[in-house]
């Protein structure tokens, strides 16, 4: 069973900065694609940063150049680092993996989602 668990959420005034932290309880890089989603209230999930096996990474136009995707595969970590944070990015982000054939079974996995709130 795969699980995942955030962390590093918290209060940031506007212009601050945040270091969200993914650990997995298995490889990593037996995961295809994983990825870090957010959910503001009465808003649907959306994807923020993914990042392939090889490291490619992928970003929302709302945070391009501000937040950096990254990974550790020693130790089965990801990372967004967000930079010049904004009221709008207030929301619950949650880590995502993917994995499917050849690398596992086919699944995706979430975590329980950390909060991040950004004031004004």
């Known amino acids: 069973q795969v699980q995942l668990v955030e962390s590093g959420g918290g209060l940031v005034q506007a212009g601050g900065s945040l270091r969200l932290s993914c650990a997995a309880s298995?490889?990593?890089?037996?995961?295809?694609?994983m990825g870090w989603y957010r959910q503001a209230p009465g808003k649907q999930r959306e994807l923020v940063a993914g990042?392939?096996?090889?490291?490619?990474?992928n970003y929302a136009d709302s945070v391009k150049g501000r937040f950096t995707m990254s990974r550790d595969n020693g130790k089965n970590r990801i990372y967004l680092q967000m930079n010049n944070l904004k009221p709008e990015d207030t929301a619950v982000y949650y880590c995502?993996?993917?994995?499917?054939?050849?690398?596992?079974?086919?699944?995706?996995?979430w975590g329980q989602g950390t909060q991040v709130t950004v004031s004004s």
């Open positions: 298995v490889n990593i890089f037996s995961m295809n694609v």
């Open positions: 990042i392939t096996q090889i490291g490619s990474t």
């Open positions: 995502h993996a993917h994995q499917t054939w050849p690398a596992g079974p086919p699944g995706d996995y």
